[in-house]
């Protein structure tokens, strides 16, 4: 069995010759491994960790050029501004980009939204090397995910068009103003995900599925797998915003979304952190076929627990402690945390064992070299 063998067997919820695993850490983690190993590039990395799937970019970007202000700030796809922030801790030493302006937080009219003069097209795009970064790949599970910023979702970017506050007042007071941002979201990332859909599977032959009936098995030989969407919705303790805030102004995208990508015959995975446990109904019910990344230490995420009263209708994929037990535990620490996650997760399916998000800079390397051994240690089914 290979890896897209064994992932898709995994996610259509029967068991594989083992639990399939993923590699998700910070860039910093990634170079820091290749020089521990001497590894040329990541694909050396991965193959050495027998990760069994593989993420490509989408397409290139061919649009207008990102502004760069005096102040250092750079406008990105949205036209939001960012700042490169340095973190340090210790010896470790990692950079993320900060939101410092939102250009529609003095908006008043819906009329204002919809002139903004910086709503992303998807003739920015240049769509002709997808197909090839999905064939690079044979054998392997392929994920389409787009840019961790740009990620297809609904509520993230419109906190950074709007600011988080604002966006959230705008759900309760601003009802038409929160719809009108959010539609012209959706209308971008539909038409720019059915044209990367298009480049990497070919034309779509497929109608949409109603919510209940039997899922995809995944792309075309050659072509995109899973499509991944992110958007978080969780808390640590709970939720963002309540089922029926998300229902009324969430829900019918989550699903739009989700069609779309079953039409071209690829499996669904939604990113979240957090805890949405409240949410899942309605993720299945929106027709999700894996929910990314179980969060552990957040309220109501217990693999155990959900693969019992969810695991025959959704996949999960995560569950590895990366607050406390990757980053500050010892190897025997990890080794039994491992060894629970397999034991819950294995049985009928439904589970790819991956870290609940990025690998921190602040996590050692042995401690790493531990949850990969023991995965393979504990994953045989």
Same mark, same amino acid.
């Given at each position: 069995m290979n890896a897209k063998e064994r992932v898709m067997t995994s996610i259509?919820?029967?068991?594989?010759?083992?639990?399939?695993?993923?590699?998700?850490?910070?860039? =910093?983690?990634? &170079?820091? #491994? !290749?020089?521990? @190993?001497?590894? =040329?590039?990541? &694909?050396? #990395? !991965?193959?050495? @960790?027998?990760v069994d799937l593989r993420y490509v970019p989408g397409p290139s970007y061919i649009g207008q050029e990102f502004q760069t202000y005096d102040d250092g700030t750079i406008a990105d796809l949205w036209g939001v501004r960012r700042r490169t922030m340095t973190v340090e801790h210790g010896a470790y030493r990692w950079a993320y980009k900060h939101v410092v302006s939102s250009p529609l937080a003095p908006m008043e009219t819906v009329e204002e939204i919809d002139n903004y003069a910086h709503w992303p097209s998807p003739n920015w795009w240049d769509y002709s090397k997808v197909k090839l970064d999905c064939e690079r790949y044979a054998g392997f599970a392929v994920v389409n995910a787009g840019d961790r910023l740009d990620r297809t979702a609904q509520f993230k970017p419109m906190m950074y068009l709007r600011g988080m506050e604002q966006a959230y007042v705008d759900l309760i007071l601003n009802p038409k103003i929160a719809d009108a941002i959010i539609a012209h979201i959706k209308e971008y990332f539909l038409e720019y995900?059915?044209?990367?859909?298009?480049?990497a599977?070919?034309?779509?032959?497929?109608?949409?599925?109603?919510?209940?009936?039997?899922?995809?098995?995944?792309?075309?030989?050659?072509?995109?797998d899973i499509f991944?969407?992110?958007?978080?919705?969780?808390?640590?303790?709970?939720?963002?915003?309540?089922?029926?805030?998300?229902?009324?102004?969430?829900?019918?995208?989550?699903?739009?979304?989700?069609?779309?990508?079953?039409?071209?015959?690829?499996?669904?995975m939604h990113h979240t952190c957090g805890c949405v446990v409240g949410l899942i109904?309605?993720?299945?019910?929106?027709?999700?076929?894996?929910?990314?990344?179980?969060?552990p230490r957040a309220a109501g995420m217990d693999l155990e627990k959900l693969k019992r009263e969810y695991g025959k209708y959704i996949a999960f994929h995560g569950s590895i402690d990366i607050q406390e037990t990757l980053p500050y535990g010892s190897v025997e620490d990890i080794r039994e945390m491992v060894r629970q996650?397999?034991?819950?997760?294995?049985?009928g399916g439904g589970?790819?064992?991956?870290?609940?998000?990025?690998?921190?800079?602040?996590?050692?390397?042995?401690?790493?070299?531990?949850?990969?051994?023991a995965y393979k240690d504990f994953g045989r089914l």
């Open positions: 259509n919820h029967h068991e594989p010759d083992r639990v399939p695993w993923d590699y998700w850490a910070a860039s =910093e983690v990634t &170079e820091r #491994l !290749l020089k521990h @190993f001497g590894f =040329e590039d990541k &694909e050396e #990395l !991965l193959r050495y @960790f027998d995900n059915r044209r990367v859909f298009e480049a599977n070919g034309k779509c032959a497929k109608p949409s599925r109603p919510p209940l009936s039997p899922p995809p098995t995944g792309g075309k030989k050659g072509g995109i991944m969407m992110g958007d978080d919705f969780g808390t640590q303790n709970g939720l963002m915003i309540d089922i029926q805030t998300w229902r009324r102004f969430f829900g019918d995208g989550f699903r739009a979304y989700i069609d779309l990508a079953h039409r071209y015959g690829m499996k669904v109904p309605e993720f299945i019910n929106a027709g999700l076929d894996i929910l990314q990344s179980l969060q996650r397999m034991k819950a997760g294995k049985p589970f790819i064992i991956s870290t609940a998000h990025n690998i921190q800079p602040d996590t050692p390397t042995e401690n790493i070299l531990a949850l990969f051994a």
